[in-house]
């Protein structure tokens, strides 16, 4: 049994946080009609007793539904929605923490300031969160990278928890900003948020606002047609967020012939220590729509690795895998299914030397309340390098000219802190890009027209 605390760390983190909790509770309602606390609900969420407050076991009634959850913004205003709305009984109040005056998109007011000031209360929530679940697998930690708050605060979490669980999975899913974004300062502080996250994450599944708002613009959500034009409101880009997060925790929800638990996910990952940031990629992306109900189970799989259907703007079949997981949802996918086009996969993307050139393939049962079938790939690509190579451009023309500098130096940070996040950026991209190259040769070849392995598209058909 494997028990998970979600931590969902300011705007972006707790708007993403709602999403994702309405889709859990809302796929456990349809499925869990008897009233009983499950071995299922048991992964994410605890029963206790209103009163004394203990924990209720497995196969009791419901009595209240407690979601594992600690939430945690520097203004109050998203987190206070969240309390009022219809959510709002799941969680525990002790287990949240606001405060007045946000940290107005600045990393070390978050980091250094509130995370000076909260460390106690925080090391409190994670204790007591921790304390109840014999079997604490995993923390995923919920942030954006451009704001204050989410990135600074966020990052001096993952820090306590690395000092203080050391043995329990840290999984950070972090949004970094698209290239219109309006927090100006959002290069400083998804760059000093990087340096943490590549020391004491476990795993980092990258999103971008690029990529998200890219795939909502293009697709339909839900059935819902989209305004054709930006900017795509948060919400839909949060609801895409949070099935990619609803599908990766399905199996250890619902259970599975081949169940990955989250703390395997590192392990399984990242064949080197700092190379830990995955690109997720969805397919189907459109909301359930009668045409295609009939998409032959071949024809989605291979969507999930297209560049359009990935949610960081980048793509990695042209380029080198370090690592690479499949999950797959679905009544009538059997294993069959998926070992059949992973081995025809295996023709068209390419591993780099040094990874473990294996799959980590993951089958559930339960379709998503959206999907009868679906596919979720996780990617250790060598294609990171690019937005991360954008980033440092973006970062490197700010600081050049020591823009907005002196708000960070005022909160105790020196310029050398700059340079060393700077510094850990830089020796990220070259990692990546020393994968990317063993990719780039397969890609060469494609454009020369040649077919070669890793190369070529197979060749699938809509049904
Ligand atoms: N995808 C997505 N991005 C968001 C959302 N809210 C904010 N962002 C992005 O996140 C960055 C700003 O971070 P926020 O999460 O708003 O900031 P914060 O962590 O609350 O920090 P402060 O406001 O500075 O205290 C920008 O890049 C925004 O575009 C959201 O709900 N979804
Ligand atoms: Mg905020």
């Given at each position: 049994?494997?028990?998970n605390?979600?931590?969902?760390?300011?705007?972006?983190?707790?708007?993403?946080g709602s999403?994702?909790w309405?889709?859990?509770?809302?796929?456990?309602?349809?499925l869990?009609?008897d009233?009983?606390?499950?071995?299922?609900?048991?992964?994410f969420?605890?029963?206790?007793?209103?009163r004394?407050?203990?924990s209720l076991p497995?196969?009791?009634r419901?009595?209240h539904?407690?979601?594992?959850?600690?939430?945690?913004?520097?203004?109050?205003?998203?987190?206070d929605?969240?309390?009022?709305g219809p959510?709002?009984?799941l969680?525990?109040?002790?287990m949240?923490?606001t405060?007045?005056?946000?940290s107005?998109?600045n990393?070390?007011?978050?980091h250094?300031?509130?995370g000076?000031?909260?460390?106690?209360?925080?090391?409190e929530m994670l204790r007591?969160s921790?304390?109840p679940?014999d079997q604490?697998q995993?923390?995923?930690v919920l942030?954006s990278m451009?704001?204050?708050t989410?990135s600074?605060?966020?990052?001096a979490?993952?820090k306590?928890?690395?000092?203080d669980?050391?043995?329990?999975a840290?999984l950070?899913s972090?949004?970094?900003?698209?290239?219109q974004?309006?927090?100006?300062?959002?290069?400083?502080?998804?760059?000093?948020?990087?340096?943490?996250?590549?020391?004491?994450?476990d795993?980092v599944?990258?999103?971008?606002?690029?990529?998200?708002?890219t795939?909502?613009?293009?697709?339909?959500?839900?059935?819902?047609p989209l305004?054709?034009s930006p900017?795509?409101?948060?919400?839909?880009?949060?609801?895409?967020?949070?099935?990619?997060?609803a599908?990766?925790t399905?199996s250890?929800?619902f259970?599975?012939?081949?169940?990955?638990?989250?703390?395997?996910?590192p392990?399984?990952m990242?064949?080197?220590?700092?190379?830990?940031?995955?690109?997720?990629?969805?397919?189907?992306?459109?909301?359930?729509?009668?045409?295609?109900?009939s998409?032959?189970?071949?024809?989605?799989?291979?969507e999930?690795?297209?560049?359009?259907?990935?949610?960081?703007?980048?793509?990695?079949?042209?380029?080198a895998?370090l690592?690479c997981?499949?999950?797959?949802?679905?009544?009538?996918?059997a294993?069959?299914?998926?070992q059949r086009?992973?081995d025809?996969?295996?023709?068209y993307?390419?591993?780099?030397p040094g990874?473990?050139d294996?799959?980590?393939v993951?089958l559930?049962?339960i379709?998503s309340?959206?999907?009868?079938?679906?596919?979720?790939t996780?990617?250790n690509?060598?294609?990171?390098h690019?937005?991360m190579?954008?980033l440092?451009e973006?970062?490197?023309?700010?600081y050049?000219?020591?823009?907005?500098?002196?708000?960070y130096?005022?909160?105790?940070?020196?310029?050398a802190?700059?340079?060393?996040s700077?510094?850990?950026?830089?020796a990220?991209?070259?990692?990546?890009?020393?994968?990317?190259?063993a990719?780039?040769?397969a890609?060469?070849?494609?454009d020369?027209?040649?077919?070669?392995?890793?190369v070529?598209?197979?060749?699938v058909?809509?049904?």
């Amino acid at each position: 049994m494997s028990h998970n605390v979600v931590i969902s760390i300011g705007q972006c983190g707790n708007q993403i946080g709602s999403e994702f909790w309405d889709r859990v509770v809302h796929s456990h309602a349809l499925l869990d009609t008897d009233g009983t606390f499950t071995s299922a609900l048991a992964t994410f969420f605890r029963n206790t007793d209103g009163r004394h407050d203990s924990s209720l076991p497995i196969g009791s009634r419901l009595k209240h539904l407690q979601a594992n959850a600690v939430l945690i913004d520097m203004e109050t205003r998203v987190v206070d929605r969240l309390l009022r709305g219809p959510l709002g009984d799941l969680f525990d109040k002790r287990m949240t923490l606001t405060d007045s005056c946000g940290s107005g998109n600045n990393w070390s007011t978050g980091h250094l300031t509130y995370g000076l000031q909260h460390e106690d209360t925080i090391s409190e929530m994670l204790r007591r969160s921790a304390e109840p679940l014999d079997q604490l697998q995993s923390f995923s930690v919920l942030h954006s990278m451009g704001g204050g708050t989410g990135s600074g605060l966020g990052t001096a979490v993952v820090k306590m928890m690395a000092r203080d669980y050391g043995k329990t999975a840290r999984l950070v899913s972090c949004v970094f900003p698209g290239d219109q974004d309006d927090v100006v300062t959002s290069p400083y502080n998804s760059v000093l948020a990087l340096k943490v996250l590549a020391e004491d994450a476990d795993s980092v599944i990258s999103l971008d606002n690029n990529a998200l708002s890219t795939v909502c613009s293009k697709h339909v959500l839900a059935g819902r047609p989209l305004r054709k034009s930006p900017p795509v409101p948060f919400d839909q880009m949060n609801d895409l967020v949070a099935r990619m997060l609803a599908d990766l925790t399905s199996s250890i929800r619902f259970g599975g012939e081949l169940s990955i638990p989250l703390s395997e996910l590192p392990v399984r990952m990242s064949p080197f220590p700092r190379m830990k940031f995955l690109i997720p990629g969805l397919s189907p992306v459109t909301g359930a729509l009668p045409s295609m109900e009939s998409k032959k189970i071949d024809r989605t799989f291979y969507e999930a690795f297209e560049r359009r259907n990935q949610l960081m703007d980048c793509d990695p079949q042209r380029s080198a895998y370090l690592a690479c997981l499949l999950l797959a949802r679905g009544k009538d996918i059997a294993p069959s299914d998926v070992q059949r086009n992973v081995d025809k996969m295996k023709r068209y993307i390419h591993f780099a030397p040094g990874s473990k050139d294996e799959w980590a393939v993951s089958l559930c049962g339960i379709p998503s309340q959206s999907h009868p079938r679906s596919f979720l790939t996780l990617a250790n690509n060598g294609c990171f390098h690019k937005p991360m190579q954008c980033l440092k451009e973006r970062f490197v023309a700010m600081y050049r000219g020591r823009a907005h500098l002196h708000h960070y130096l005022l909160n105790g940070m020196e310029a050398a802190d700059f340079e060393a996040s700077l510094e850990s950026l830089s020796a990220l991209i070259s990692d990546y890009r020393q994968v990317d190259a063993a990719g780039a040769v397969a890609a060469n070849v494609r454009d020369r027209g040649y077919v070669a392995v890793g190369v070529v598209k197979p060749k699938v058909k809509a049904g």
